[in-house]
């Protein structure tokens, strides 16, 4: 979104709107059914598909900083690409082992200053800025046992950052739409660069039982990233609380964020689990503060430690699953006045072929 929310009655009208449409979805978990979930064999016959929507609406309230990321990605555990493979088996800190899936996904990110209204360039505030991208990752579970999984995903991500991301155009039809605040500030974002990244991400899933059914897990992960759009190195630790926690992995995040993918078991037994976590990075590189790489652009001082509080519920129920987080990020740059906050709203689901 984008807007300097509680300014005008068309601003507040939106996020009053976005509130209802958030509680309306939280009301949708609480139906039921009961049946054993599908054999993992099966799901090599078919595609997970996930629709992730992140916006400062649902956090902060207003356009600021973070504004919106969406992602749509396609999961398959029927073989990598052989180009992909080869990749990950070139690398020395790559593991291979007995489950291994493909996931491609498309996005975009749309970054802006707080006061979207002025036209002048906002020196001591972050630049306008988009990103517009489309990557391939490697997925490998190399330990299985009944109280352990581990696995590492290894991404290449190529796109595009500046106008031809398209960020002002879509903002500006989103909120003309919504009847929100006009950003006149675009002309000021960074300008056209083709943008490459490779990240590597490695977690373990430790589960514990409770009786009654109840699970729960913890997940540390360590990250890294190597690119003109981010560098950073960066770990945390996830916790999940609920039932059917080995048919899940956890929903996906637009990254830099938690670890997670589209998978999950079809199962007509309803499945819910709560789950919070933490991650800190050390920033080297980050477009969207430092600027453009190779010609002058708007910039601020960056921060080099950044973290991120996540929190949310999930429900799984038949092929589908609906999970509901808020994210909490400290300040990213010398002089932001508050912290950043956005909610994400994520879909994912199983298509057989």
Excluded at 7 to 36: E, Y
Excluded at 247 to 266: A, Q
Aim: charged share 20%.
């Amino acid at each position: 979104m984008v807007a300097d929310t509680g300014s005008t009655p068309a601003s507040r009208a939106s996020t009053d709107r976005g509130a209802r449409l958030l509680a309306l979805i939280l009301c949708l978990p609480f139906a039921t059914a009961a049946q054993a979930a599908a054999p993992p064999e099966a799901l090599k016959n078919g595609g997970f598909w996930s629709i992730q929507f992140e916006n400062d609406l649902w956090g902060s309230g207003g356009d600021q900083s973070y504004s919106h990321g969406t992602e749509i990605a396609y999961l398959s555990l029927d073989g990598p690409p052989d180009w992909l493979t080869r990749l990950g088996r070139g690398l020395p800190f790559f593991r291979m082992g007995d489950v291994t899936a493909v996931q491609y996904a498309v996005g975009q990110k749309i970054f802006t200053p707080e006061n979207i209204e002025s036209r002048e360039l906002l020196v001591d505030d972050r630049p306008y800025a988009g990103w517009l991208y489309g990557h391939a990752t490697l997925l490998s579970r190399y330990v299985d046992e009944p109280d352990l999984q581990v696995g590492n995903m290894l991404g290449i991500t190529l796109g595009m950052v500046g106008p031809s991301a398209q960020a002002g155009d879509v903002q500006k039809g989103f909120h003309e739409l919504i009847g929100s605040n006009k950003p006149n500030g675009w002309h000021n974002q960074l300008k056209d660069e083709p943008g490459i990244l490779l990240t590597y991400t490695r977690r373990w899933q430790y589960f514990h039982r409770f009786p009654g059914g109840l699970e729960f897990e913890t997940s540390p992960h360590l990250v890294g990233a190597l690119g003109n759009v981010y560098t950073y190195a960066g770990g945390g630790m996830m916790l999940r609380l609920g039932k059917g926690l080995r048919n899940d992995i956890g929903p996906p995040n637009i990254g830099p964020g938690f670890p997670g993918i589209p998978y999950l078991r079809p199962s007509r037994e309803a499945n819910w689990y709560l789950f919070a976590g933490i991650e800190g990075r050390a920033v080297a590189r980050n477009i969207f503060l430092d600027g453009n790489s190779f010609r002058d652009s708007h910039s601020v001082d960056k921060k080099p430690l950044v973290a991120d509080l996540q929190f949310g519920f999930a429900f799984h129920i038949d092929n589908i699953r609906l999970a509901i987080s808020n994210v909490w990020r400290s300040r990213e740059f010398e002089g932001q006045p508050e912290h950043v906050r956005f909610g994400a709203i994520n879909i994912s689901f199983f298509v057989p072929y």
